[in-house]
């Protein structure tokens, strides 16, 4: 064989399992068909947290008369922030390839497809590997209606030449409500038109509820229960009719209404590969495919679409097979965050989830942040512990709030190692901070259980 492995993808999990798996010792050869660094480097996480402190800026400003002082807010220039975004990128993209080939991985550009279960071809030639592991990620999908390629997705919000003043974002995810805030915070009006009730699905309900409210406070436009029809251009503005007949007039419709993974083009169905209803290919939890040999990890699999959860992955691979350390990856207790404005922070199971496993107690405080009793800002902080009864285990700490995700990074440490509410509420909390609200809870909210979330 030419190599002893072959990674099919140069994003988070590509990378590193290349990376460590060179290392080790191990012939390496890895193909990238567009972004080294993969979605999150390029088009995704990183660029998008950018913007998110770009918008922050003009808040600070006019927050900034409540301490005291006069500063005059003149208009945003989206081109020079897209410029020095792209400089960024390209610094990051060139980390990349250089991490690779000083472990000595063998670096192909082009789309790589497979011949036989060990045969890939790749920018005109073919090579063959002991063991492959496919890390192709994922990429939005538009929704099926009459006009959706007249709208943008996320690929296309970090390449635009001039910030729309009008935009309607469709959907409720992560995307759509960090880009909310991304264009609302730097001057536009944004409407924002998801299906459920409230945003974020299978977050929360507390924290769901807060957002709805911090979204509105900011101006944004918010139409829950709803989905869009159809979507028309008018010269250069685009027309969107929602199911309930209601017409939006708009610079642009962003769809952030779900992303699919990337399995299109590799040749699957010739070595038997199988993917699973979500058409994400299905793996073990030792990461192998239905091809024993064959591996797969990160968005492509389609369960914890997380970066850090995708380098975990690629890491606990290439210890696996040949680093002598055998492991896997929980994917349980993984902490994630939303840039939304304020953010979103959580770690552990929601209530909603906690409750069908056995009565939790509930500790939940809202404040306003320190900051903006002076600010003047309508802001409110969220703040939750869920507690297993009969344990006293904190199994799930949820926030909205300004530090959100600095604050829970630490937390879910301690959730993880088993912490109980005990030791939380004997840890001295740092004053003042919002921080030391969740080493400060004593007074219980609620208790809640599987027939009460059944009522």
């Known amino acids: 064989m030419d190599f002893d492995l072959f990674v099919i993808g140069g994003g988070s999990a590509g990378v590193r399992c290349a990376r460590i798996s060179a290392g080790h010792g191990a012939r390496v050869g890895i193909a990238e068909e567009r972004h080294w660094g993969g979605t999150c480097v390029n088009i995704g996480c990183v660029p998008k947290k950018l913007l998110v402190q770009a918008g922050e800026y003009g808040g600070w400003a006019e927050d900034a008369a409540g301490f005291g002082w006069t500063i005059e807010k003149g208009p945003h220039d989206w081109g020079k922030l897209i410029a020095a975004k792209d400089r960024e990128i390209t610094r990051l ?66 390449y635009l030449r001039t910030m729309p003043r009008h935009v309607v974002m469709v959907g409720s995810g992560y995307i759509a409500v960090e880009f909310a805030g991304i264009f609302r915070a730097l001057g536009a009006e944004v409407h924002l038109v998801y299906r459920q009730p409230l945003p974020l699905r299978g977050f929360d309900h507390d924290i769901r509820e807060s957002l709805a409210e911090a979204l509105a406070d900011q101006g944004i436009i918010l139409h829950p229960g709803t989905l ?91 210890d696996t097979l040949f680093g002598g350390r055998p492991r896997t990856v929980s994917l349980w207790n993984v902490p994630s965050a939303v840039f939304t404005t304020p953010p979103i922070a959580t770690v552990g199971l929601t209530e909603e989830q906690a409750c069908v496993l056995g009565p939790v107690d509930i500790y939940l405080t809202r404040f306003t942040p320190m900051r903006h009793n002076l600010s003047g800002r309508a802001r409110k902080t969220t703040m939750k512990l869920v507690v297993d009864k009969a344990t006293q285990k904190v199994v799930g700490a949820h926030m909205l709030g300004e530090d959100a995700a600095e604050i829970i990074q630490g937390i879910a440490i301690a959730v993880v190692m088993g912490a109980t509410k005990a030791d939380f509420d004997r840890t001295i909390g740092i004053h003042p901070t919002a921080a030391e609200e969740f080493v400060t809870l004593r007074t219980l909210t609620r208790t809640t259980d599987m027939a009460a979330a059944a009522d």
């Open 228 to 318: 869009p029809a159809r979507l028309e251009a008018d010269g250069d503005q685009r027309i969107l009719t929602l199911g309930n007949g209601e017409r939006i007039a708009t610079d642009a419709v962003f769809f952030a209404t779900g992303r699919r993974a990337n399995v299109k083009g590799l040749g699957l169905d010739k070595i038997g590969v199988e993917l699973n209803a979500k058409n994400a290919i299905k793996v073990d939890e030792a990461l192998r495919t239905t091809v024993p040999h064959i591996y797969a990890m990160g968005d492509v699999t389609d369960r914890v679409n997380l970066t850090p959860v995708a380098t975990a992955e690629g890491h606990a691979l290439a």
């Open 93 to 158: 993209e060139g980390i990349y390839r250089k991490l690779l080939n000083g472990a000595g991985a063998t670096v192909f550009d082009g789309h790589a497809t497979f011949v036989d279960d060990h045969t890939i071809e790749v920018a005109g030639q073919r090579v063959t590997a002991e063991r492959i592991v496919i890390a192709t990620g994922g990429h939005p999908e538009r929704p099926d209606i009459p006009g959706a390629e007249l709208g943008i997705i996320s690929d296309d919000a970090f």
